[in-house]
């Protein structure tokens, strides 16, 4: 029994240690700064035998209040605790847990503030109307309660207080939060005149000088430091270069504003699109590496600003297709070249079963500054070819055979003549791609960049810590894949880098840039656990992972794919049926791929995974092996997998293996 609960305290120490001694550490300060001013008052000659306990009382709570608020800007520094990520010596600190903290903080500031109030109300304020000795020892005139209440500055800017505090931690509700995420975060600028009140509180000097501001002026001056660089950033417009909506989703590539200078994997910007709001800014992890030239982001369609977002892409993507359309007839009847064939249709046409994984989809343009006249080609409605990029950049226009110009880009943009695949890997345009086709992406690209995107980050999450495990389990479900479409880019890049030397020459050395982006020793094997409720999802995670070496996937990335399925009727049936479809598909052909993921090495399971065997028999496969994971997802799935995560760790701690968890809601 006592060894049983050793285990387990073992064990909770081991995930859990740092978090703990943090937050003792940090409970523990906040009780000395309650005891300092508990004792320095109740020392304090006569205040014990005027007012009772109610002034110290009342004193040690304003101690919390202000020690809190210190924490309460602090912890919402983004690009400072980002920095602070990379300081060694500071990993102990939960810095991923930074809004869980700041959320802790909220309560003892709101029960300090709630103490010291009621003290005031019950304790001071009453002596001080009825007591003339109490009111001689603060030197104050004969005054009301009404007036120490509403017009004495402790008492207005008190209630002030109380008033905006309450209309904030209402709105600060997780079920406010999670519904009317506006309104939480407009009321949270409440906090301007907060500070301003609280430093305006204690200016009565009735007890002692004010304090407030000693408290306050850091953290507020580095929080607001923090929020002129969002309004500077903002200034930088980012273009949307390509687009492609995919099921549910909404992928954009964008250009990298020039304050990107270095991100990892896991990490994430925010995002705001000025037309549909100058004042939201949106959260959306990576899904490219540091090493690519541009930034690209997946979006799920789920409330009204990503509606919005897609709304806005939408016309740009039709115009491509109407004007396919188009082309496809112009090519039967005139005999013309057919783009048809030559660019695949936008990759969002497939559908699961049937998906293309090579399928690259055009999405933005060329400049027409880059295509020249062939002459004697065969179509009718135009007759020109992408095939050069030699001719002048200022050209202004270009003139087709019986339309108008082309509207070209006066500089041509350096993201420009290249094929996106849905996955955001770039490859050049195919020479021999028909001008039509050039054309019309021509124009989807101008209207996409007409869009104007504006970017803060790039900011700090618990699934950039994957490096430092042997091991990785990364579960995740629908769009919370997203972080792991950038480490899964890194880990391929590790590993086809941790494989080059042999081939590399003498006279091919590594270029500066490739060694800025030098790899660091890839992990052993990652498990991907993707759990989606229909099939829907799939087809922009196969076509991601159509885009790995196959390398990678055979020997590193294992993809399990769990199709979840509806909660009972007929969705639980047709996902039921979906699965064991492909599971025949999968043994009689397709060459032991999964249609699903296109991945030959990775599994499709229907139902919810057991993860009490999963984590066994990663126990077994790593012993002695230190295991990341992570698990992006809803709140309910990370605390079932964290208590598989604690027993199973329980039963294999003297072999050695060392689990850590982290997890991200989005
Ligand atoms: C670190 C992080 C990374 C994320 N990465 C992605 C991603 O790669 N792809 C993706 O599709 N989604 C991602 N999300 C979620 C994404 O931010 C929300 O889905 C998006 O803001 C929804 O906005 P909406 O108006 O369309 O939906 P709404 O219906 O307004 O909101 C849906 C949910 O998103 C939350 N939310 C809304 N606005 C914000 C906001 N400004 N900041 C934080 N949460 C908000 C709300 O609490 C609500 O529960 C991420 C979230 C976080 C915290």
């Keep these: 029994m006592l060894a049983q609960l ?37 020392n304090m000659k006569g205040v014990v035998a005027l007012f009772g306990y ?14 809190t608020s210190m924490f309460l ?6 690009t400072t605790l980002t920095k ?45 109307a009825n007591d003339p000795r109490a009111r001689a020892a603060l030197k104050l005139p004969p005054v009301s309660q009404v007036y120490l209440h509403f017009i004495s500055v402790p008492g207005w800017t008190g209630w002030a207080l109380v008033v905006l505090l309450a209309a904030l931690a209402g709105t600060s509700a997780v079920a406010v939060r999670r519904k009317r995420y506006e309104l939480f975060w407009y009321t949270h600028h409440l906090f301007v005149p907060i500070v301003a009140l609280l430093a305006l509180h204690g200016t009565a000097a009735l007890l002692g000088p004010p304090q407030a501001w000693k408290y306050l002026a850091v953290p507020v001056a580095l929080y607001a430091i923090e929020r002129m660089l969002r309004v500077h950033r903002a200034s930088w417009p980012v273009r949307i270069q390509a687009a492609a909506v995919q099921a549910d989703t909404l992928e954009l590539v964008l250009d990298r504003p020039p304050f990107v200078t270095h991100y990892v994997p896991g990490q994430y910007v925010f995002l705001q699109v000025p037309s549909i709001s100058p004042w939201q800014w949106h959260p959306i992890s990576l899904t490219s590496t540091d090493a690519d030239p541009f930034l690209t982001v997946r979006i799920k369609k789920l409330g009204d600003w990503s509606h919005a977002l897609t709304q806005l892409v939408e016309p740009a993507l039709v115009l491509e297709d109407a004007e396919a359309e188009a082309d496809k007839v112009d090519a039967k009847f005139n005999g013309g070249k057919s783009v048809v064939g030559t660019v695949q249709p936008p990759s969002r046409q497939t559908t699961a079963g049937t998906a293309d994984l090579d399928a690259t989809t055009l999405l933005a343009a060329p400049p027409a500054a880059h295509l020249r006249e062939v002459s004697g080609a065969s179509t009718a409605r135009s007759s020109l070819t992408v095939s050069d990029a030699s001719l002048p950049d200022s050209a202004a226009g270009i003139k087709t055979d019986g339309g108008p110009p082309v509207p070209v880009l006066a500089t041509p943009r350096p993201m420009s003549r290249y094929m996106i695949s849905a996955t955001g890997t770039v490859k050049p345009l195919a020479v021999g791609t028909t001008v039509d086709t050039a054309r019309r992406a021509q124009r989807a690209a101008l209207a996409l960049q007409s869009i104007d995107v504006r970017v803060d980050g790039v900011f700090g999450a618990p699934s950039q810590d994957f490096v430092d495990h042997d091991h990785i389990v990364f579960i ?18 590790q590993v086809l880098a941790a494989r080059a030397p042999a081939r590399r020459s003498v006279l091919f050395p590594t270029s500066p840039t490739t060694a800025a982006h030098a790899p660091t020793a890839p992990p052993r094997r990652v498990d991907f656990y993707w759990l989606n409720r229909d099939q829907a999802g799939f087809q922009w995670m196969a076509a991601a992972l159509g885009a790995v070496d196959r390398r990678v996937l055979r020997d590193v990335v294992r993809v399990h794919a769990f199709l979840t399925g509806a909660r009972g009727g007929q969705a ?3 996902s039921f049926l979906l699965w064991w479809g492909l599971a025949l598909a999968k043994r009689r052909g397709a060459a032991g791929k999964c249609l699903l993921t296109g991945v030959r090495d990775s599994s499709v399971s229907w139902g919810r995974p057991h993860w009490p065997t999963i984590f066994r028999q ?23 997998v964290y208590e598989v995560v604690r027993e199973v760790a329980a039963e294999v701690v003297d072999d050695g293996t060392v689990f850590a968890f982290a997890k991200e809601n989005f």
């Design 84 to 128: 602070l990520r990379s300081v060694r010596w500071l990993h102990w600190v939960p810095i991923n847990k930074h809004l869980v903290w700041h959320r802790w903080c909220a309560y003892i500031f709101l029960a300090a503030s709630a103490g010291h109030t009621i003290c005031h109300c019950l304790g001071t304020f009453p002596t001080l």
């Design 54 to 67: 109610w002034v110290p009382f009342a004193k040690g709570c304003a101690n919390v209040v202000m020690f």
């Design 6 to 42: 050793r285990r387990r305290a073992q064990i909770y120490w081991r995930l859990e240690g740092p978090k703990f001694v943090c937050a003792a550490v940090w409970l523990a300060l906040v009780a000395w700064w309650f005891a300092t001013n508990w004792i320095r008052f109740t």
């Design 618 to 640: 990663t126990a077994a496969l790593f012993p002695g092996k230190k295991v990341g994971v992570f698990v992006c997802g809803p709140k309910q799935l990370a605390r079932e």
């Design 572 to 574: 639980t049936l047709s």
């Design 73 to 78: 800007f602090l912890l919402v520094c983004r």
């Design 476 to 493: 995740a479900t629908g769009v919370g894949a997203t972080p792991f479409l950038a480490i899964l880019k890194d880990i391929e890049r």
